[in-house]
């Protein structure tokens, strides 16, 4: 099944709207430049690399697609949202490996570094 994205575009420029969890299905969420933009869950691909290097995943994915054009004559709201980065990753508790946590062993930071 061909899936269909909108690619904007205002006198100066244009960028391909794209989920951010297909950037990352795709395993090319790392490769976007800060040329493109992001607002919340959604990629902003510039046209000039990153919405092609988009184009090349899916191709080598083997899945198709097509784009609808937005025009507007104007300086594009897309300009005003942040530069494209990846979030870090959310950091929480780490739970023990199950030997540790069964055996009650403990590797604070004088078992890791013996100088301390």
Not at 50 to 74: I, L, P, Q, S, Y
Request: glycine letters at 10%.
């Amino acid at each position: 099944m061909q899936e269909y994205y909108t690619f904007h575009t205002d006198p100066g420029h244009g960028w391909l709207e794209v989920e951010f969890a297909e950037l990352e299905r795709l395993g090319i969420a790392g490769e976007i430049s800060h040329y493109s933009y992001r607002n919340g869950s959604i990629a902003y691909l510039e046209e000039d690399g990153d919405a092609a290097r988009f184009a090349n995943a899916k191709a080598a994915a083997g899945e198709e697609f097509a784009d609808h054009t937005v025009n507007v004559n104007h300086s594009h709201k897309i300009r005003s949202y942040r530069p494209y980065t990846v979030p870090e990753p959310k950091l929480g508790r780490t739970p023990f490996p199950a030997h540790c946590a069964a055996s009650g062993d403990w590797i604070g930071p004088s078992d890791a570094d013996p100088g301390m």
